[in-house]
């Protein structure tokens, strides 16, 4: 016999209510979790197909920053659950539970809120999950060893190059993976017991059992001199006065094929939003999405399918090496190593190179993009021509170091006033 899968006893906790401010005007009205990816998805789905997939049938999402494109989202997407299963997903927007003028003050308050809710599931573990981040992992097995170590709390934990893990929250580990510090990005990060060179980096996943984390929650709560975060407060002091575990991402990650590299993205920079997009477009990429073992669940709009026309010398719709979703016209356009999202209409004898561009977006006549980002409802004028010159895009559009430009419906209202 199969043993029971302890996620059928445990919920997962998604903090989603960050603004995710480095990625600038993508996040100005939408929180990051809300962000699009890989042309059919919000970041959030991941998070949650991961839950679901693992056997999660009970989820709490907390949001806070601009949460009505996520709340929505998530109304559409995921209203699958049925409680007469005992199924419950519930979105918990800060709603002043505690005080008239009290928001969720931290990672932890955001739980701290909400214990009466988290009480009426009636669960024995509680994962606490980032909602903003990109991988596949079954959280069985972190669960697993949660239990079989005995631990207070088990930390999900990337390994990375050990001078790479200066951004991250940096776990020290003995041989048996009990975490004999947490530092707060360190200048020179600790190397694990088998590898110097390599360190492990808080992924924001903890895995907790409900009795233990609320008497934490309920303590922390009447600390003054807590922020009442998981990172700052909670985990250093279990570090310290209790037991905490590391659990590898490696060991859980799920894979398109085994020996393929444990993928792990945050895109929390344009930079690294458009390049996670762009390499979906590769020929083998490392992020499977078309694995129907472990699907991304999503809200999928009801479109036709992708439409190109045109055939004609330098007026031809066509895409190379690209990813087209549902919805799209591309007329008598070229389509080069981009990701275009739902409802996308490009116009004849423009071209597209490299642009990840985001749903109901209409490109003009003779527009030319390179290494562009391009928000949700933009209207491309007709001849428009960025990516060629940096200095000139600068002048109305957000270009990052690396090159990669931000569109939105703004910033070409801005520069058509300018322009007269």
């Keep these: 016999m199969q ?3 302890l996620t059928g006893r445990a919920m997962a906790f998604v903090l989603a209510g960050g603004r995710g401010s480095r990625l600038k005007e993508l996040t100005d009205q939408r929180a990051k979790p809300a962000v699009y990816f890989g042309g059919k998805t919000r970041i959030i789905d991941f998070a949650l197909s991961n839950a679901l997939n693992s056997g999660i049938r009970k989820m709490a999402i907390a949001t806070q920053y601009k949460a009505h494109s996520l709340i929505r989202h998530c109304q559409r997407g995921w209203n699958f659950f049925r409680a007469e299963r005992n199924e419950y ?13 009290q928001w969720y003050l931290g990672t932890a308050d955001a739980v701290t809120q909400n214990i009466d809710i988290v009480d009426s599931y009636g669960v024995d573990y509680v994962l606490i999950l ?10 069985e097995i972190m669960l697993r060893q949660h239990v079989e170590s005995g631990a207070d709390v088990t930390v999900g934990c990337l390994t990375v190059p050990r001078m790479e893990a200066s951004a991250f929250g940096v776990m020290a580990v003995d041989g048996t993976m009990r975490i004999t510090s947490f530092l707060e990005k360190p200048k020179d990060p600790p190397g694990t017991p088998e590898d110097p060179n390599v360190a492990l980096a808080s992924m924001g996943i903890y895995v907790f059992s409900w009795p233990f984390l609320r008497d934490l929650l309920l303590r922390d709560a009447a600390d003054p001199n807590s922020s009442h975060d998981f990172g700052t407060d909670l985990i250093p002091d279990i570090v310290k006065n209790g037991k905490a575990v590391a659990h590898r991402f ?9 020996g393929d590299p444990a993928y792990w993205r945050d895109v929390g920079t344009i930079d690294a939003f458009w390049k996670a997009n762009i390499d979906l477009t590769d020929f083998e990429p490392d992020l499977d ?6 699907p991304i669940w999503t809200y999928s ?7 190109f026309i045109h055939d004609e010398e330098n007026r031809r719709g066509s895409a190379v090496s690209s990813m087209v979703s549902g919805g799209c016209i ?12 739902t409802g996308v209409h490009t116009n004849s004898f423009a071209t597209l190179d490299h642009a990840v561009v985001l749903p109901y977006v209409t490109v003009g006549r003779h527009a030319r993009l390179k290494n562009v980002v391009i928000d949700r409802g933009v209207h491309i004028p007709e001849g428009l021509v960025v990516g060629e010159d940096p200095e000139k ?20 209202d801005v520069r058509a006033e300018a322009l007269g």
């Excluded at 997903?89 to 003028?101: G, H, K, T």
């Excluded at 980032?130 to 959280?139: F, L, Q, R, W």
């Excluded at 591309?330 to 999202?341: A, C, D, P, Q, Y």
Aim: with cysteine.
């Design 250 to 258: 490696d060991e859980s990650c799920v894979r398109g094929e085994p």
């Design 289 to 294: 999405l078309w694995d129907r073992q472990w």
């Design 393 to 412: 895009d600068a002048k109305f559009f957000r270009v990052t170091e690396t090159g990669v430009t931000l569109i939105t419906k703004r910033m070409l």
């Design 130 to 139: 980032a909602g903003d981040h990109i991988y596949k992992m079954d959280y």
């Design 3 to 5: 043993p029971i899968r």
């Design 89 to 101: 997903l519930d979105i918990l927007p800060a709603s002043q539970r505690v005080a008239e003028n």
């Design 330 to 341: 591309i007329s008598g356009t070229e389509v080069r190593n981009s990701l275009l999202f």
């Design 301 to 307: 709009e009801s479109v036709p399918p992708a439409k």
